[in-house]
């Protein structure tokens, strides 16, 4: 047996040990992947949790009703909360929607606690009052400052000796404007409502001096571009006429929140627009 076999023999086990190990290596590797895919998969839900939920759900305090469960979507009584699709999932109440969890305190056939966003306790008792499905039933979607059908205005005013006529028409669109709120129940929800179109026109005696639709996107630069993303253009009210010209304020606004911006359209007496705004 010569030098050189030997060698050759030591190096072929070598390379055949080192197989095995990364080869042991690997399917250990891919062992630990599988099982972290399934941790990090979708929770378990307790279908027997969800079964006791369905029904309509009423506040045990006030009597109001909170929302109605139906299969995977949970539906909530007033026309611009969005409804959700939902999970118990443990001892929590999942709504996918919202991406929001709730901790359930109690929970039984007819009986149903949970912690709100503040962290208060809601206390809540299944309704079997048939009447109270008429609280999910809107002949049409109500909306805070939107409107339903077109609302017109219009006024003469003289300036300079001149007779000039404005003309205002408010037009409901079905551009949705998603909004994120909170319940009676502290619960977090999604609503939806309609933005408007604004046409104003001006007229000197029979001459068109100005017409235009003015929509929530011609203010941009004006008002910051997140706010005017959940914003309507809910109001424009003339203000006035003086040397510069005719005066209207645009209002836009987040439904169901305080915040507003106010922006004056100057409408000079040749047609020329110019915005600014003019308060928050």
């Not at 190096?11 to 399934?38: D, E, Y």
């Not at 949970?74 to 929001?100: C, E, M, N, W």
């Not at 408010?170 to 609503?191: F, L």
């Not at 604004?198 to 706010?227: A, T």
Request: glycine share 6%.
């Amino acid at each position: 047996m010569t030098f050189g076999y030997i060698i050759e023999r030591v190096c072929r086990q070598g390379i055949l040990l080192l197989t095995v190990a990364l080869s042991s290596l690997l399917v250990c590797c891919s062992s630990k992947s599988v099982g972290n895919g399934a941790d990090a998969g979708e929770e378990e839900e307790s279908r027997e949790a969800k079964a006791m939920l369905q029904g309509i759900w009423v506040d045990e305090e006030t009597d109001e009703v909170s929302f109605r469960a139906e299969g995977d979507t949970i539906y909530y009584p007033d026309s611009v909360s969005q409804p959700t699709f939902f999970r118990i999932v443990g001892d929590s109440l999942v709504l996918k929607d919202v991406d929001a969890r709730y901790a359930i305190v109690r929970q039984s056939a007819n009986v149903f606690w949970f912690r709100n966003q503040a962290g208060d306790e809601v206390h809540l008792n299944k309704s079997n009052d048939s009447l109270r499905m008429s609280s999910f039933v809107h002949d049409r979607p109500a909306t805070i400052l939107t409107y339903t059908e077109v609302v017109k205005t219009d006024s003469v005013v003289f300036f300079n000796g001149d007779r000039y006529h404005w003309y205002l028409a408010i037009n409901p669109t079905h551009y949705k404007v998603h909004a994120t709120s909170y319940s009676d129940d502290g619960v977090e929800v999604d609503r939806v409502y309609y933005d408007n179109i604004m046409n104003v026109s001006l007229f000197q005696g029979s001459r068109k001096l100005f017409s235009c639709d003015f929509r929530k996107q011609q203010y941009e630069g004006k008002i910051p571009h997140d706010f005017l993303e959940r914003a309507i253009l809910a109001r424009m009210d003339y203000v006035g006429v003086d040397n510069r010209g005719f005066r209207f304020n645009a209002t836009l606004c987040i439904p169901d929140g305080a915040s507003c911006y106010k922006v004056e359209n100057l409408i000079s007496h040749d047609g020329r627009l110019t915005t600014t705004l003019v308060e928050y």
